[in-house]
């Protein structure tokens, strides 16, 4: 054989020395990624993860076969430059947000634009970590270079290639399937429920990333949901018993004092919707299921909190970053009062949505749980969302406002929120903040006040951005501002400008959404207003 025929050496001179490189370079990438997203490493997951990235290659090398010599190593190369670029930007995205983009969310990544300081600036931080990403790609295109010319791979050659695919793929699928069923189980991430940090986990980062394209975006896949369930029985506490009232609503009454034996029922909170009706017409079997669920369902009943502030104006804050770390009595005397003052939650726990801020303010303002894979509150605006506060008060004649003083239609709030109910200003549409980074909070309810105020009754909405990232006096024009009011806080310098926000779920968040539900007092609707953030605004 001459030296013109004999196939070429390198990374990819046959079909399974390819295959062998590549299996190298997926698990190389998804090992880094684990490492460097602290994600638990030594699972289940990871061995997964191990198996997917053995089909990787396969596919790729399966692919790669039908195409001659150069040709080859371009597709070869490309693919590896996709999977590098992708590993690169998940975690960028990830140490930003302590989440993983989604298909979806990538399909928009035109916004992520403003951001293009704080992704440099992660960029550099993480400077090593992307080396190392980069090193299989760099390896690849070195080996093509000093490789001769290659034949095509033969039919043989690709039929081994084929059969060790389908027995791995077959293998993956079996153990997914063989495996525990239950909620964020492997199982329940390949089929069902996609929460990206728990996908990534459970099944590395490639295939997560396969199963949202097919499931969200393609329509393919997933299971269907699960027959409506039948809702338990209502228990009271102390083992009593709620009964109708009597049929004339008169109280019973015992003993020369006509002291009340027992109190009526609570009135329960119930629509007049016929649930039965709807699911005996219904063709469509998810929304049939619904209609059963719901009639199945226990309602809810009145309690003393019922109408308390029925007539009050209300103001509801959705606070970027908000941690308990910016609460102080001197320094931040109104965020003092609204966590101190009124009802408190104290076992509430806010998880890291997918989407971040917009997925926290989807919780915050409708009380249902967003879907994965997707920007729910977006995709509200095509939705009916009558028990949304917006809409419910503009029923009773409130004047429903709402503001953000960020760019008005990041995250499209210029879709979701006047679908919500609500008159919707942001920077550039209505509501002229200075544009800073992070922009004015007091700034933005200054402005603001006036037009709430000079309307009875109202309901005001502010989402909120000078929590933001980045949590230093370089990268965060309010930390800037505030220095000399934090600078002597008996806490860690790193802590100082604003606060580092972190969840016990996770291990770390950044930009998390929480909400203040505040009536206004008695007094009047300005009182719970009239008073600034002192530093944080």
């Known amino acids: 054989m001459t030296a013109r025929q004999r196939p070429g050496r390198g ?30 490493f030594l699972t289940v997951g990871l061995l997964r993860a191990a198996v997917f990235a053995a089909v990787t290659a396969l596919a790729i090398t399966l692919v790669a076969g039908l195409l001659p010599g150069r040709v080859r190593d371009v597709a070869v190369g490309l693919a590896l430059t996709f999977l590098t670029l992708l590993f690169v930007s998940q975690l960028i995205y990830y140490d930003i947000f302590g989440t993983f983009y989604t298909v979806f969310s990538a399909t928009n990544a035109g916004q992520v634009a403003e951001f293009a300081a704080d992704i440099v600036g992660k960029i ?9 990403l980069s090193v299989p790609l760099l390896v690849f295109v070195g080996s093509r270079f000093r490789a001769g010319p290659r034949r095509r791979a033969s039919w043989r050659q690709q039929a081994v290639t084929a059969g060790m695919l389908v027995l791995l793929v077959g293998g993956a699928l079996a153990g997914i399937n063989l495996g525990d069923r ?24 490639v295939t997560s990333m396969r199963v949202d394209l097919q499931r969200n975006l393609l329509g393919l896949g997933g299971e269907k949901a699960p027959p409506a369930a039948v809702a338990p029985p209502r228990h009271t506490p102390d083992g009593a ?21 027992r109190e009526a029922a609570p009135e329960p909170n119930v629509l007049d919707i016929d649930f039965d009706q709807l699911a005996a017409e219904e063709d469509d079997d998810e929304l049939r299921a619904l209609h059963e669920y719901f009639a199945a369902r226990e309602p809810t009943v009145q309690n003393e909190q019922t109408g308390r502030f029925e007539g009050y104006n209300l103001v509801f804050v959705t606070a970027e970053g ?53 920007w729910s509150m977006y995709q509200s605006g095509d939705n009916a969302m009558p028990f949304a506060m917006g809409n419910q008060l503009g029923r009773l004649g409130y004047a429903t406002l709402a503001y953000h003083n960020h760019t008005y239609d990041y995250y499209r709030r210029d879709v979701s929120h006047p679908n919500l109910g609500y008159d919707y200003k942001g920077l550039g549409s209505g509501l002229d903040v200075t544009p800073t980074w992070p922009e004015s909070d007091v700034e933005m309810i200054e402005l603001t006040m006036p037009e709430v105020l000079e309307q009875e009754p109202f309901h005001a909405y502010y989402m909120t951005v000078s ?10 024009f309010i930390a800037v501002k505030n220095r000399e ?9 790193r802590g100082r400008p604003t606060w580092r926000p972190r969840s016990s779920w996770t291990g770390r968040w950044s930009c998390c959404s929480r909400s203040w539900r505040r009536t206004a007092s008695p007094t009047g609707p300005s009182s719970c207003s009239a008073r600034t953030t002192t530093p944080t605004g």
């Open 11 to 40: 990374a990819g001179a046959r079909p399974l020395a390819l295959a062998r490189f590549l299996f190298i370079a997926v698990l190389a990438l998804e090992l880094i990624l684990r490492a460097r997203t602290e994600a638990p």
């Open 322 to 374: 908000f941690s308990h770390l910016a609460v102080d009595p001197e320094v931040t005397p109104t965020l003092h009062t609204l966590t101190q003052e009124g009802i408190r939650f104290t076992d509430f726990y806010t998880p890291i949505w997918g989407v971040s801020t917009s997925d926290g303010e989807y919780v915050a303002t409708t009380g249902l749980i967003p879907k994965s894979g997707v």
């Open 241 to 261: 018993v709620t009964e109708e009232p009597p049929a004339d609503g008169a109280r019973q009454t015992s003993g020369a004092r006509g002291e009340p034996e």
């Open 467 to 476: 929590g933001h990232l980045q949590y230093t006096f370089g990268g965060n």
């Open 485 to 493: 009011l934090v600078e002597d806080l008996p806490t860690p310098r």
């Open 124 to 132: 550099a931080e993480n400077a090593w970590w992307l080396l190392a």
């Open 182 to 205: 239950g909620q964020n189980s492997a199982y329940d991430t390949y089929y069902r429920d996609q929460h990206p940090v728990t996908a990534v986990n459970r099944l590395g980062l």
